[in-house]
């Protein structure tokens, strides 16, 4: 019987048809050439919208794996919580490092914005869509189903103006050490800001306690923003 790829193959939404879905030709070769994967083998999609397709092989049509679709699963891999972070923007390698660690883990919306002392401006268009290609990657290898949505905004103050209801917590050393809250009290989406390098600034700490986040700390140590 043949084996099934551990990984899940990225498919785009509008191609999936009925019963049937098709790859991309950089996601069939990988299928059909490196897991040398044959008409009836399994193999399982997803599309980032929060269903996990189980496949079997159907057809090659041109560059195009098409594969006949026996089960869809809603929400595999999704943590019962939403976590919105917002990340104060540090330079691009720990704004990648902050992707790479954080669609695993769950988050389901990334904000990057810029603040005091951020020292740059908001990412540029071609910088997101790098971004949405690495959260994809993450979103593979963690065997998550629902995309993380990456935006970057221009100052704080629109950002918490439109946040959704919910327990916020921003982290800060002079906080008090985190307790995670249990049971009937958690409610649906959970919003974590994180300061830029040199961390917030007064006033933005200040905006951030009249918005409703409360100060928590993980410990003595200075983290990085990626950490």
């Known amino acids: 019987?043949?084996?099934?790829?551990?990984?899940?193959?990225?498919?785009?939404?509008?191609?999936?048809?009925?019963?049937?879905?098709?790859?991309?030709?950089?996601?069939?070769?990988?299928?059909?050439?490196?897991?040398?994967?044959?008409?009836?083998?399994?193999?399982?999609?997803?599309?980032?919208?929060?269903?996990?397709?189980?496949?079997?092989?159907?057809?090659?049509?041109?560059?195009?794996?098409?594969?006949?679709?026996?089960?869809?699963?809603?929400?595999?891999?999704?943590?019962?919580?939403?976590?919105?972070?917002?990340?104060?923007?540090?330079?691009?390698?720990?704004?990648?490092?902050?992707?790479?660690?954080?669609?695993?883990?769950?988050?389901?919306?990334?904000?990057?914005?810029?603040?005091?002392?951020s020292g740059r401006g908001p990412l540029g268009a071609e910088r997101l869509d790098r971004l949405r290609r690495l959260a994809q990657a993450g979103l593979k290898q963690s065997r998550r189903t629902r995309l993380t949505e990456i935006r970057s905004s221009a100052s704080l103050e629109p950002v918490l103006a439109s946040l959704p209801s919910g327990p916020r917590y921003v982290a800060d050393p002079d906080g008090k050490p985190w307790h995670p809250l249990r049971g009937e009290s958690i409610q649906e989406v959970v919003t974590l800001a994180v300061g830029p390098p040199g961390g917030f600034s007064d006033r933005e700490r200040e905006t951030l306690r009249l918005a409703g986040f409360l100060s928590i700390s993980l410990g003595p140590n200075r983290l990085s923003t990626e950490i």
């Open 1 to 117: 019987e043949p084996r099934r790829p551990d990984t899940p193959f990225w498919v785009e939404r509008g191609s999936v048809e009925g019963d049937r879905l098709r790859l991309s030709p950089e996601e069939s070769h990988h299928l059909l050439h490196v897991h040398r994967a044959a008409a009836g083998a399994p193999f399982q999609a997803i599309d980032g919208n929060g269903v996990l397709y189980d496949c079997v092989l159907d057809s090659v049509e041109g560059c195009a794996a098409v594969g006949r679709i026996v089960r869809r699963s809603e929400e595999v891999g999704e943590l019962r919580l939403w976590i919105h972070l917002l990340v104060g923007m540090p330079d691009w390698g720990a704004v990648e490092a902050v992707v790479a660690n954080a669609v695993p883990l769950g988050a389901r919306l990334l904000d990057f914005v810029v603040c005091e002392r």
